[in-house]
């Protein structure tokens, strides 16, 4: 089984920041690319960040200068600071693994449960 908690959503006001965090455990061989995800109500979820195992980032367009990903592969953890937050920001933030598992000949995608970020005055 694999497991992936994130951690670190929550109410901030418009330019504020917060950093969202996302570890993953269980039966785990390697770690390719990790993500992040979002979903405002009414939308489809959309890119925010994406890293590669090699440390190579993509960001969607709405977030470019403000977000900033990076990873911790003995952790196995990703990170996703937000800074000068925006209300449009506002959505529920998934966390994205894509993993090899032992005993497993093709990768394998996995989600965290999701974590609120509002962002309001």
């Known amino acids: 089984q694999v497991q992936l908690v994130e951690s670190g959503g929550g109410l901030v006001q418009p330019g504020g920041s917060l950093r969202l965090s996302c570890a993953a455990s269980?039966?785990?061989?390697?770690?390719?690319?990790m993500g992040w995800y979002r979903q405002a109500p009414g939308k489809e979820r959309e890119l925010v960040a994406t890293?590669?195992?090699?440390?190579?980032?993509k960001y969607g367009d709405s977030v470019k200068g403000r977000f900033t990903i990076s990873r911790d592969n003995a952790k196995r953890t990703v990170y996703l600071q937000m800074n000068s937050l925006k209300p449009e920001d506002t959505a529920v933030y998934y966390c994205?693994?894509?993993?090899?598992?032992?005993?497993?000949?093709?990768?394998?995608?996995?989600w965290g449960q999701g974590t609120q970020v509002t962002v309001s005055s």
């Open positions: 890293i590669t195992s090699g440390g190579r980032t």
């Open positions: 994205n693994v894509d993993l090899l598992r032992p005993g497993v000949s093709w990768r394998s995608d996995y």
């Open positions: 269980g039966s785990i061989l390697s770690i390719n690319d």
